[in-house]
């Protein structure tokens, strides 16, 4: 069992070295994408600096507040599409029957799948994840935090881009589904959670769980608690088994294709 | 002995439908209507350890369903299938240790990268040392003839050479059994022959089990000694190719008697 982790774990980072490796070939591309990513994300502290002017805090946040929740949502997002890209592509691996090549692999099929891409922009939304960090006040305390937690955040993120990619196991076009409940999720990270009234508090800390990728994430780091911390990786835990069993039980409908394709 | 046993299989796929027209759009999604098709229909057969079969059909006689239900993509409906004693359907992992796919029409390398590097990622798939893969790789590209072009990437390689090393990534880990789904699709007549002689070559010297399917007569002829025709999902006959030729050249007989089943 232990060897059997040992050696899917080798894969997966063998499959993001070749990744990043076809990505080098144009140094240019590489380097621009990176860059680039980092300069969008910059854009967005603008409006921030905007609204601040007008009001001294929202939502219990003040600019620095602000920042941390951006390199949150930054980080985990960068992490989820760095390594586990091709979550937020499983509709199209199953509608389009790309799986076959992984199912004829003695490897776990649903980790060989969602790693076997890597979007390289999403290095520079690491990276800018960081530099927040370094805005918003470094320790060491809250730099390991910070890394657990986009840990914790990039596997909530693409264990529920796998979830709702998954419904195209059962019904036709469930990209369409998957892509509005993935952007949800995204588009609400970067607002404070506070901002919003109790029920729709409750949707985002269970059914899209941003609150948890998120927000409860700055919070635990701006202000400590136990509870919250064991909270966040016990939901990471959750999410990961919850993403493992509806991606099997899928796998049984799954109908291939015989569409010409070719992996690249 | 047999290395591959099949019993009663089935596989429906059901398929919505649709009426033509917006007004069909419409009622599809108020009223959605469904069939049923069979894709393969209740097919029993074994092969034998070493044997070269061609499994073959006319288009969406159920040839491809069988392979992948055979190798573990696909969940059967019903019926029973033994893989080297193993059971696809549930322990999927322990069979893809034996068996090697090469699907004409899917490509598994990765194209960006060198035959050298994809060899080396299959190698790390199914766990094989790093001196033992490169001892593999040295046979096989010797065997293949793959030396000239090891090194260049997979995006740049011509159709034939690629098809070689598509066979070179399915036999990294010495698979005992290799299906093969139109192993020469889009290849001209010398790459083909090479191709075939290479995989009389793999059965004679390694034993490996050949499942073929194949659109081509000259790789059924060539290849196999033994032919299972699939139509509708039915397999309509299971015979030697021996038996098969007559006085008429086996392109001519396996049409007729495609026509014959779809009459």
């Not at chain 1, 509806?246 to 569409?259: A, D, E, I, P």
């Not at chain 2, 059994?177 to 075939?196: A, H, Y």
Request: charged letters at 20%; a positive charge; one cysteine or more.
């Amino acid at each position: 069992m232990l060897m059997e982790v040992r050696n899917q774990i080798k894969v997966i980072f063998l499959s993001l070295k070749y990744n990043i490796m076809r990505e080098m070939t144009n140094k240019i591309t590489f380097l621009s994408n990176i860059l680039f990513m980092i300069l969008n994300n910059s854009s967005f502290i603008i409006q921030w600096v905007v609204l601040f002017s007008l009001k001294q805090e929202i939502g219990g946040y003040t600019m620095k507040e602000i920042i941390l929740l951006w390199g949150i949502a930054s980080g985990t997002f960068g992490l989820s599409k760095i390594v586990f890209s091709r979550a937020f592509e499983l509709s199209e691996l199953i509608m389009e029957g790309k799986l076959d090549t992984f199912l004829v692999q003695p490897k776990n099929v649903f980790l060989s799948a969602i790693t076997s891409e890597t979007k390289i922009s999403a290095i520079g939304d690491l990276i800018y994840g960081y530099i927040c960090l370094f805005v918003y006040g470094v320790t060491v305390k809250n730099f390991v935090l910070f890394t657990i937690f986009l840990i914790a955040g990039g596997i909530i993120t693409a264990a529920f881009a796998s979830i709702v990619n998954c419904a195209s196991f059962w019904i036709v076009k469930g990209d369409f589904f998957a892509d509005a409940l993935s952007n949800i999720m995204i588009d609400f990270a970067t607002y404070p959670g506070n901002i919003f009234k109790e029920g729709v508090k409750i949707l985002f800390y269970t059914v899209i769980p941003v609150g948890l990728s998120n927000y409860l994430p700055v919070e635990t780091i701006i202000n400590f608690n136990l509870v919250n911390f064991v909270w966040i990786i016990g939901f990471t835990g959750i999410i990961v088994v919850v993403a493992f069993w509806v991606f099997y039980k899928g796998l049984k409908r799954y109908s291939s294709s015989n569409l010409m394709n070719s992996r690249i | 002995m047999n290395i591959i046993e099949v019993k009663n299989l089935s596989k429906t796929f059901k398929i919505k439908e649709k009426e033509k027209g917006i007004k069909g759009s419409i009622k599809s999604i108020v009223k959605p209507r469904y069939k049923t098709i069979k894709a393969v229909n209740d097919i029993s057969f074994s092969v034998e350890k070493g044997e070269m079969l061609a499994f073959i059909g006319p288009n969406g006689a159920g040839k491809s369903t069988t392979i992948k239900m055979l190798t573990g993509i696909l969940y059967p409906t019903s019926g029973e299938i033994m893989v080297n004693g193993i059971n696809p359907a549930k322990q999927r992992k322990k069979l893809a240790y034996k068996i090697g796919t090469v699907f004409g029409q899917k490509e598994q390398l990765w194209t960006h990268l060198t035959p050298y590097d994809n060899f080396k990622f299959f190698g790390a798939i199914y766990d094989i040392q790093n001196n033992e893969i490169e001892d593999r790789i040295e046979e096989l590209s010797k065997t293949f003839e793959l030396e000239s072009f090891i090194n260049t990437p997979v995006r740049n390689l011509s159709l034939g050479q690629r098809i070689r090393c598509e066979m070179v990534a399915a036999l990294i880990h010495k698979p005992e059994i290799l299906f093969l789904d139109e192993p020469t699709i889009g290849l001209d007549p010398v790459v083909k022959k090479n191709i075939r002689k290479l995989i009389r070559k793999m059965n004679k010297e390694l034993g490996t089990t050949i499942f073929l399917t194949s659109h081509d007569v000259g790789d059924i002829e060539k290849l196999c000694k033994r032919v299972i025709i699939v139509n509708k999902g039915k397999i309509i006959m299971d015979d030697t190719i021996k038996n098969l030729k007559s006085n008429k050249p086996l392109e001519d007989i396996i049409t007729e008697i495609y026509q014959e089943a779809t009459i």
